[in-house]
DNA sequence: TATGAATGAGCTTTCATTCAT
DNA sequence: TATGAATGAAAGCTCATTCAT
C-alpha cells in the first residue's frame, strides 16, 4: 500500500525505520550496560546510522529513553487494567489474574524499569513516570482490598493503600528477582506462590479460598 | 587524654578526619544526585579540601563508594540477626522484630541503597554486594519459615527461598516508598501491617497470633 | 578540478587538512620542546583546532608521534636504498652516495629522531621502529663491505656487523651533532669528509680510491 | 674514628646514607624507567624513606639527575684523560688506550647517559653538560690527530674537529648500541676493531701500525 | 632530619551537542 | 534526512612541591 504512493512518503517510511532502530538500539544498550554507560555513538552504530542522525530524531539521551519507557508503560497500564475483566465476586482468581499480567509485563520490561529507576532518582520528570506505573497497579489492588473488606472478606484492620503498596512492591520486586536464576519457578508456580502469599497477607476469608480454605486452594493447584 | 598516645597518631588523626568527611560527604551528594552527577570536585568541596587529597584517601569515586556502602552493610547483617535474640517459640514476635529492626535498618540507608541499586546493574563488584544486603534478611526469614513449617505453625505448601524472598522484597520496598510521605503511618504502625501481611501470607497458624488469632492480634495492636 | 571529484570527497578534504595540519603542527611542536613537555592543547592550538578536534584523528599523544615517524622512517628507508643504483664497481662513489643521501635524510629529520630515540627507552613499539631506521643502514653498508672483502678492495679482518653497525653510527652521529654550528663544513665537505673516513677505516685498496689512492682522491676532491 | 665522635655526626651520617640512598635508587629506576616515567614517590620508596624526605635533599627531580650525571662525567673526564700516558709517538697505542677506557666507561653508563640525553633535548643546563663529556673525548682524539698530522702519520686533508667528532661520536654510539646482545664480540675484539677503523679512518702511516702496516697489525692482533 | 597529608596546576580523555555540507 | 568533522565543557586523575608536625 504505501509502496504505492509516490514521492515523499518513502523518505517518512526511512525515517520511521530509522527512529525505531534507535529506539531499539538504545533499549536493548541500556539494558545492557545501563543509561550513563551507554553513549549516543554506540547507539547511533547499533542503529546502523551515523553519529548526527541521532539528533535529527531525539533531541538528548534523555529523551530517547523518555520515548522507550512511555511505550512500556502503556503495556504495563493496560496488563494492570486487566484484573478487572473478571466478575467481581472470584476474590481469589481476580487476584490471580492481576498477579499473572503484572508479574508477566514486569518480567518483560524488567531490565529498562532499572534503568528507568536509576534515572528517577536523579530527575525529576522520570520519577512521575516510574510512580504512575507502580500506582497503576497499586491503585487496581488498592480497590480490590477495599472493595473485599466492604465484603467482609479481608482483614478490615489493614490500612488499603499502603497494604496495596506494600503487596504490590511484593510482586514487582519479585518479578526483577526473579530474573536471575536463583528461585527455580515457572511463571505459572510463581504466580501461584504470590496469589497465595497476597490473599494469606489480607487474610482472605476461607469461602474465597479456590475449594473453600487455604489447604484446598493448595490441593486444586497441585492438580492444576 | 588523647595527647597521652604517642607519636604518629595526631598526624594519623588528621587523616582519618579527612577521611571520614570525605566518606560523609560523599555520602550526602550521592544521596541527593545521585552517583554519576556528582564529580570528585564537588566531593572534596564538600569536605573541604582540594580535590587532589581525595585521591591521598581514595583510588576513585567507586572506591569511595564502595567504603560508605560497606558499612551501611555492616550496620543491616547486625539489623538482620537481631530477630534471632528471642525465643524460638514467639514466631509471631520474631517475625515483628525482623521486620522491625531491618525497616529500620533500610528507612535510615534509603538513599545510598539505591545509589547502590544503580551501580549495582552496571558493576559487578556492588552487584555482589547488593546480593549480600539482600541476602542476610532473606535468609532469616527463609530459616525461620522452616521452622514453623516443621513445627505445622506455616503453610507446608510455601517453597521457602522464594517466598522469604517475596516477603523480603516487600518489607524494604516498603521501606523505600515509605520515604514519600505518601503513606500517613508512623513505624509502629508500618511495623504492624508489615508483620500482619507476612504473617498472614505464610498461613501462621491462628496460635502462633498475639491473643490466639487475627482478630484478636488486631485488637492487642490496637491497645499497644 | 577538485569540483569534478563526487560526493564525500569535500568533507573528507577538510578532515584530511586538519589531520595533516596536526601532523605537522605536532611534528614542530614536538621538535622544538621534546615530546612530554608538549600537551594536546599546544598542538591542537598550533593546527588551529580545538583540542577535543586532536581525538578525532588520533588515540593519543603516542599515535601521533607513531605517525609522524612512521612517515619519517619511510624517507630514510628510500634514502638508503639509493646507494645501490651505481655500478658494483665503484665502491668509493658508492660509499660517498649512500653516505650523502643518509647524511642528508638524517640531517632533515634530526630533531624529530631524537625524539623518538627518547621515547624508544621507553616505549617498546617505538623501540622497533628506531632499530628498523638504523638497521635499514647498517645493512646496506654491512652488503657492501662484504661484497669489497670477496674483491680483496676491504680489510678481510673486520668483522661485517659490527664494523657497519659502528661507522653507520658514525655518520648517524655525526648528522645530529651537525646540526649545531660547531662545525663549520658545509654538505659536500661533510659528505667527503665521512666518506674518507669510511674508507679509510674499512682499508679501501688504493686502486678503488678516486685517482688511484687517497692522497689523488685528496686532490680530486678539491678540484670538483 | 667517625664512630667516636659524640653527638652530631651520627646524625650526619644518616643523613649522608640517605642522600646516597636517594641517588642511588634514583638512578636505577631512571635507567630502568626513563626520566619523565619515574616519580618522586617511587625514588623516595626505593631509598626506603617517606615521600617529603627527598626534598631534604634535592630541590628537584632535575636537581637529582644533575647530580647522579654529575658524578658520571668526573668519571668519564677521567677516562678521557688516560690515553695521555703514554709516550707521545706511540699513535696506535695511544688510539687504542684512548678507546678502550671511553668504551669502558660509556658502557658502564650507558643507560644513564640516554637518560641526560632525552633531557639535554629539551633542558639547557643538561645540554651543557652533554657537550662536556663529549668535548672531552673529542678533544683528546682531535689534539692526537692533529699532532699526528704534523708528525705527517695521518691524512693532512682531514679537518681535525669534524673528524674527532665523527671519530668520537662512533665510539660513543657503539658502547650504546653494544649493549644490546646484537654483536659478539668481547670488549678486546671491540676495542681492536674501533682501533682498527679509527687508525685506518685518518690514514695512519704503515710504520705506525703495530708491526709496521695494516696487515700485521692484524696478526698481531690474533696472537694477543 | 624525617614525615606524610595537603595542595592545585595541569594532564589526557570523553562525549553530548552543533552545524556546514 | 543523513553525515561526520568540529566543538569545548567537564570529567577523572597525576604528581611535583609545600609545610605543619
Same sequence: chains 1, 2, 3, 4.
Avoid at 13 to 21: E, I, L, Q, Y
Avoid at 48 to 75: M, N, P
Avoid at 88 to 95: E, L, Q, T
Avoid at 157 to 185: C, I, K, N, Y
Wanted: glycine content about 8%; proline content about 5%.
Amino acid at each position: 500500500m504505501t509502496s504505492t504512493v509516490p514521492g515523499p512518503l518513502p523518505a517518512m517510511a526511512r525515517g520511521r525505520r530509522t527512529k525505531s532502530a534507535l529506539v531499539q538500539a538504545g533499549r536493548q544498550l541500556f539494558e545492557e550496560h545501563g543509561f550513563s554507560t551507554v553513549g549516543i555513538d554506540a547507539i547511533a552504530h547499533g542503529a546502523g546510522v551515523s553519529h548526527g542522525t541521532f539528533y535529527t530524531w531525539f533531541d538528548s539521551k534523555e529523551a530517547l529513553l523518555r520515548e522507550i519507557v512511555t511505550g512500556v508503560a502503556k503495556e504495563i497500564f493496560t496488563a494492570t487494567s486487566i484484573g478487572t475483566r473478571l466478575p467481581p465476586d472470584a476474590s481469589y482468581a481476580r487476584i490471580e489474574a492481576a498477579n499473572r499480567s503484572f508479574l508477566r509485563a514486569v518480567t518483560r520490561h524488567s531490565r529498562i524499569l532499572r534503568v528507568l529507576d536509576s534515572q528517577a532518582d536523579v530527575r525529576e520528570d522520570f520519577r512521575g513516570l516510574r510512580l504512575e506505573i507502580r500506582e497503576s497497579f497499586v491503585r487496581c489492588g488498592m480497590e480490590g482490598l477495599i472493595r473485599m473488606q466492604e465484603l467482609g472478606l479481608a482483614d478490615p484492620m489493614l490500612p488499603p493503600r499502603a497494604t496495596a503498596s506494600a503487596l504490590g512492591a511484593m510482586v514487582e520486586s519479585f518479578a526483577h528477582l526473579w530474573q536471575d536464576p536463583v528461585e527455580g519457578l515457572d511463571e505459572a508456580e510463581a504466580v501461584d506462590v504470590l496469589t497465595r502469599l497476597w490473599a494469606g497477607a489480607i487474610g482472605l476469608a476461607p469461602q474465597a479460598w479456590p475449594g473453600g480454605d487455604r489447604a484446598a486452594a493448595a490441593t486444586e493447584a497441585l492438580h492444576e
